[in-house]
């Protein structure tokens, strides 16, 4: 006999919410101040990110998310084909091009980071789960 019982609905706070939202920011910011170690890794950390937030039971949160993945993708994906044109080595205008992209996507960030701080967060009541026993 299997019996089915419901959980009591779990409450989402606000805050955990506004925390959720900021990640993707935060990532970029640390990736355009510290390119080498952290961009590279964030460029795959950033796609989990976005995957686990996009689907977010608050919406801003997938918003917040969405937004702060077209800064830093389109970012670096317009860095790409410009780069295949650079001669030679290039170092030189590899760091123009890190330094074009960072005065684009940290202050572009912190502009967002202000705006979900200041946006208006409410605690989210999450439906109650069926649980079954064997």
């Known amino acids: 006999m299997t019996l089915t019982a419901l959980t009591s ?4 706070p606000a805050a955990a919410s506004r925390r959720a939202a900021t990640h993707m920011d935060i990532g970029n910011i ?11 890794l964030w460029l795959g950390g950033s796609m ?3 995957a686990l937030h996009k689907h977010h039971p608050d919406a801003k949160v997938g918003h917040y998310t969405q937004w702060a993945a077209y800064r830093l ?6 860095v790409v084909p410009i780069a295949t044109f650079f001669p030679g080595r290039g170092l030189t205008l590899w ?6 992209a960072a005065l684009i996507v940290v202050p572009w960030s912190v502009w967002s980071l202000v ?3 200041r946006d208006h967060w409410e605690d989210i009541v999450l439906p109650a789960e069926e649980s079954t026993d064997a």
């Open 73 to 78: 993708y389109g970012v670096v994906g317009a």
């Open 30 to 40: 640390l990736a355009m101040l510290a390119p080498l170690p952290l961009g590279i």
């Open 48 to 50: 989990l990110v976005y």
């Open 9 to 12: 609905p779990r409450i989402l």
């Open 95 to 100: 760091l123009i091009a890190w330094a074009v």
């Open 115 to 117: 705006r979900i701080r």
